[in-house]
């Protein structure tokens, strides 16, 4: 560990302890209010925030996108500086999807973004410092953002843009110290290997934190995750990635709550299955599992059944998702007004997690999932990871496993159940139902091969390290701890 290695006379260590960050993020879940601001004002502030500038976005033709157009070899949606993202065919042949092949429009943005919370004690109590922003993809305009989130393409200035608040203390070594660092992927079925680094700074210093900032306590994030569409998925992303195993909490008077706690915070529950079973489980199933992915010019994709118009690609089918165009203007933004393409989904998903008591610990029900975009084949993802209307009507795909379960539960097992939005910067109201769903005592215990209980222990521990959870799984994993 490289806590104090190296680190020169009056800056701060490196990085933290993981079992002391555990404690003191559980002293912080178990906060659920703060004097600096109350959980019930962040909806009116965020309302307020948008009240004081010019947001506008407005879908339009490709032909008025600025600075985009189709290749004429190719046909691919590139942006005139070579930067940002593109648009892009993308050829899959895979043995554990719905279909062996296929070719479909894929969005490929290869550099790294950052997502970055800063933290910091106040009145001894973990406090992270959220940002109201503006998505052009939002159903809602603003939503509770990173201190920072933003693409390389935005830090290095090519959109020529305002600077970035709070940037330097990511990026300066010494500057704060490390809580959390990894790189995690995004959407799989709609990125093509894409990865953000996910980051969690402490700070000593007060700051300047101006209108567009708040400080919270994870117990008052937690709290207004139970709300629909208040705390954007990039946030849900990096809060999740907060070590909780080593937390050692009190005994809880709730016994559901206690049986959150422990799953999240004691590494020595009793579990299904340790920590070289899961990896080598894992590691089996991206090993054996065929996922082929051969980057193709966009106009191929015709071959499948996407058409092209002026103002959008989409599916003969009338399923799957659109490319569309979008003009945006943003006040608070680096920039004051832009154009791009963006994703819109046709219907929503369903991301549902299944969880029960086994051996006396409360366990996950998660899958590994292989999906087109992803890096490493597969990674873990929740229970049920579909559009349900993809599975209804002629032509649409088999129920998944477990769908059914979901779908059918009693309101008193739905332990969690909200609607979160997607990232909005490239997915156009792009919006899914998040659900926990407790399990009768009979559900079976032994799942499909690829399908694995875990602790919320060893989900964290996981996270650690990149590309173990999809995305889906994260906000599902930080939804859970709001349970207790």
Known sequence: MLTDLGTPAGQVPLAADRAQTARRVLKSARTPESALMPADRVPPWLAEQARRGEYRVTPVPFAMLRGWDFEESGGNLRHESGRFFSVEGLHVLADALPAPGWRQPIIVQPEVGLLGIVAREIDGVLHFLMQAKMEPGNVNAFQLSPTVQATRSNFTGVHRGRGIPFLDLF????????????????????????????????????????????????????RLLRRDNVVNMDSRSVLACLPTAGGDPEQDPDPAAAAVLRSFHDPAAPSVNGMTDIHSWLTGIRALRELDQRRVPLREVAEDGWRFSGTEIGHDSGRRFRVIGADVAAS??????????????????????????????????????????????????PTVHCRPADHVGPGSEPFPPYLMDVLTAPRRRLRYDAVQSEEGGRFYHAANRYAV??????????????????????????????????VELRTLVVCAYALH
């Open 437 to 470: 769903v407790e399990a009768p005592d009979d559900f079976p215990e032994q799942p499909p091969a690829d399908y694995a209980w875990l602790t919320f222990a060893q989900l964290t521990e996981l996270m650690a390290h990149g590309n173990y959870l999809n």
């Open 332 to 381: 608070n933004r680096e920039v004051g007004s832009w154009t791009q393409p963006m994703i819109q989904p046709q219907v929503p998903g369903l991301m549902a997690l299944i969880v029960k008591r086994i051996r006396g610990t409360l366990h996950a029900l998660v899958q590994a999932r292989v999906d087109v975009g992803h890096l490493n084949v597969a990674e873990l993802a």
């Open 171 to 222: 990026l300066e070594r010494g500057r704060s110290r490390v809580l959390v660092d990894v790189l995690q992927s995004e959407q799989a079925d709609w990125f093509l290997a894409k990865r953000n680094r996910n980051m969690i700074v402490e700070i000593d210093e007060d700051v300047d934190t101006g209108e567009e900032f708040r400080w919270l306590t994870l117990g008052q994030l937690l």
